[in-house]
């Protein structure tokens, strides 16, 4: 069938009290009823979901299809219902149509989107709480550390000069100030061509070849040569 059911149920119907089911697979929860023909009294077709088979129905007509259209309760409200309870010349047929669309199921949507939008809102919230107070809490204690460590090395340099200042006071009342003399700064020489107490002087005197040499002797004003 390529035109819309008359009948979409929703459920499990009743014919008589009898439940409604595909005859070719057994299945009562997704069948669709097509009215056939113009007269009442011609059968109805009713199709199944489950297995793709269909086939006029014994007992359900047009007649009765119009019945249940006339009956059925229809929706006003998300939480509403669209049941029925139809009879039509000696046949009952009670069951639940699928919903049609309402305002009010759109209302129920946007209402639902809102509360979860607004419980993902807090929980993002929070989680940005929490990602902001450990921050905060990494900061202080990095700048804990810092003040801590430069305490500590101040203290520990204090320390260091309170010793050294000890020793040094006990050391100049013991020996009075006494101690191991300076090593005094050496001058250079001023000697010309003095280096480490010797001077290189140029001269041919003395030279086998002839040829001038260079000759080194003891700085006669320095004498580091001799020290």
Known sequence: MTSAPDLKLQGMAEVNKEPLLCGECGNGYSLEIYKRGFREVWPA???????GKGDDHAVITNGLVDAVLAARTGRTKAADRDTF?????????????????????????VKALGGQVSKDTKAWGRSKKKAAKARVKEK????????????????????????????????TLQTGGAGPTSKPKRTRCTVKGCR??????????HSPTGKTREMKIPCGVCH????
């Open 140 to 171: 202080a204690g990095a700048v804990t550390g810092a003040v801590a460590g430069a305490a500590r090395s101040k203290t520990k340099d204090a320390v260091g000069s309170a010793k050294a200042a000890a020793l040094s006071t006990a050391w």
């Open 45 to 51: 077709f009713v199709t199944c979901l489950s297995c």
């Open 85 to 109: 309870k139809a009879q039509w010349r000696g046949i009952t047929f009670t069951g639940e149509l699928h919903p049609q669309f309402v305002l009010d199921d759109a209302l129920a949507v």
């Open 224 to 227: 580091r040569a001799s020290t």
């Open 196 to 205: 480490g107490g010797m001077v290189t002087l140029s001269t041919r005197l």
